[in-house]
């Protein structure tokens, strides 16, 4: 899109300038950016419900005003020449029109400069399966997601399907086709496009979230039958993610669930973003695991609370826990003793390790 208005350009600008990861648009106060974790306020008057609203509806084409007003909530993506890509999420707040809106990369970056494990590099390369993203929102798992995109694109001549909400990165041809379809404006539901994909003849299959059991039942029959399907789940780790997916079902299905998901799946990384000690930046800690025989019987077998006993007895795989990469970025300074405990799944046994080997820093 281009043709910004100017109050929308000079804020999009200040967001690239200070390299904001969100810009909230509210009734009632200045604009707000989001800046390595933190809500910092612009130096300028507050907007009145009038002017949210104003440039709320500037940013958007006749269909999807009417949409909004059908539906009192949006998701869509523009463009500016020189800015490039925003994602925008735009809904109601005491009678206001407001928005979020989130900078998109204007390029993929590699794993060594998102912090990402080498592991994940194994994951993308499968031939089939199913492998799952995880966090909280705003930990980075869409960067993750094109991430993988990417390197398939660089890599393998094949068909890659993406279907997103809403398209962030545009991925121009490598070696792969990509074709990126967006929620309401390509396709009307996850599920629905979905089951269309696998009549397009595709390789890799990429679901910007698994929110329903239409989606999820899906991407499951597609990673049994010959696709790799790379998806997000809005879950903290590894163990509640099986157990979110296989929850969404009634309970006379879940049975044949955790057998596909026995079958299927081939990892999942959890993410989230962590302040830097000094705050100046955010580190990416994760917690990965990976399938192997011992894995797959867990899941068959609906022991998932031994989950995390396999992921520390698997690191010759790369396997590791959130506690395992917050440890790390502790005992190299960059992250502080509260950080630490306080991102922490098991605060109590990460202060143990922690005071094993050393004294908490100042």
């Not at 903290?236 to 955790?258: A, L």
């Amino acid at each position: 899109m281009s043709g910004l208005s100017q109050d929308m350009h000079r804020i999009l600008t200040l967001a690239r300038r200070e390299n904001a990861s969100d810009i909230h648009i509210v009734a009632n106060l200045p604009p707000l950016f989001r800046i390595n974790g933190e809500i910092v306020t612009a130096e300028t008057p507050p907007f009145k419900p009038e002017d949210t609203s104003r440039l709320c509806f500037s940013l958007l084409n006749e269909e999807q005003k009417n949409t909004f007003k059908d539906t009192w909530q949006l998701c869509c993506s523009i463009k500016d020449p020189n800015l490039g890509r925003f994602r925008v999420s735009i809904y109601y707040h005491t009678g206001a029109v407001e928005m979020s809106i989130r900078p998109v990369m204007a390029h993929v970056r590699s794993r060594e400069e998102l912090g990402l494990p080498e592991q994940l590099e194994d994951l993308a390369r499968m031939n089939t399966g199913l492998v799952l993203l995880t966090g909280p929102t705003g930990s980075g798992k869409t960067t993750t997601l094109n991430y993988m995109i990417d390197l398939i694109n660089s890599e393998r001549r094949c068909k890659i399907v993406a279907i997103e909400d809403p398209v962030e990165y545009i991925h121009s041809r490598k070696k792969a086709i990509v074709i990126q379809q967006e929620l309401y404006t390509d396709v009307k539901s996850f599920g629905g496009a979905l089951i269309h994909v696998l009549r397009q003849d595709p390789d890799v299959i990429c679901v910007g979230e698994m929110r329903d059991v239409e989606t999820t039942e899906t991407a499951l029959i597609a990673a049994e039958t010959g696709h790799l399907v790379i998806a997000t789940c809005h879950t903290p780790n590894t163990v509640q993610t099986v157990d979110r997916i296989v929850s969404i079902f009634p309970d006379n299905k879940q049975p044949q669930i955790y057998t596909q998901l026995a079958t299927c799946l081939q990892g999942i990384l959890a993410q989230r973003l962590i302040p830097s000690a000094d705050r100046t930046r955010r580190y990416l800690a994760t917690e990965l695991l990976r399938m192997n025989p011992a894995t797959r019987k867990l899941i068959r077998d609906r022991e998932l609370h031994m989950l995390a006993s396999v992921i520390q007895t698997g690191r010759k795989q790369g396997m590791h826990s959130m506690e395992d990469s917050l440890l790390a970025f502790y005992e190299r300074g960059d992250i502080s003793y509260e950080t630490a405990l306080n991102h922490a799944y098991d605060p109590i046994g990460l202060r143990a390790r922690i005071h094993k080997d050393t004294k908490p820093h100042k």
